[in-house]
């Protein structure tokens, strides 16, 4: 069982940019694609980009693809967003999520080990 841990989420300003961090322990990482899901006050949880157990394929959503970078270091055991030019639209709880094939990219319920979540706030 794969065990997640994201961190790295604070309140910042309209423009600024953040990484997070999702740390993955218990199992051997590389055997998982890893996504980023948010879920903003009153929302349902949506998807935000995935990478592949290589790190070399990546999607994103419509949302913040030119603004936000997936990756991961597999000899971390660690995967990353790199959000730049952050809105206050972006505000939310970033979940970090992996699953094993067969792969869907962004389909909540095929990714099956998630993390706790780290707060993001934009203000304007």
């Known amino acids: 069982q794969l065990d997640l841990v994201e961190s790295g989420g604070e309140l910042v300003q309209a423009g600024d940019s953040l990484t997070l961090s999702c740390a993955a322990s218990?199992?051997?990482?590389?055997?998982?694609?890893a996504g980023w899901f948010r879920q903003a006050p009153g929302k349902e949880r949506e998807f935000v980009a995935h990478t592949s157990r290589s790190g070399y394929n990546n999607h994103y959503s419509d949302s913040v693809k030119g603004r936000f970078t997936i990756s991961r270091d597999n000899a971390k055991n660690t995967v990353y967003l790199q959000m730049n030019n952050l809105k206050p639209e972006d505000t939310a709880v970033y979940y970090c999520?992996?699953?094993?094939?067969?792969?869907?990219?962004?389909?909540?319920?095929?990714?099956?080990?998630w993390g706790q979540g780290t707060q993001v706030t934009v203000s304007s």
């Open positions: 999520a992996a699953q094993r094939p067969p792969f869907a990219i962004g389909t909540m319920t095929r990714y099956e080990n």
């Open positions: 218990g199992g051997t990482f590389s055997d998982y694609a």
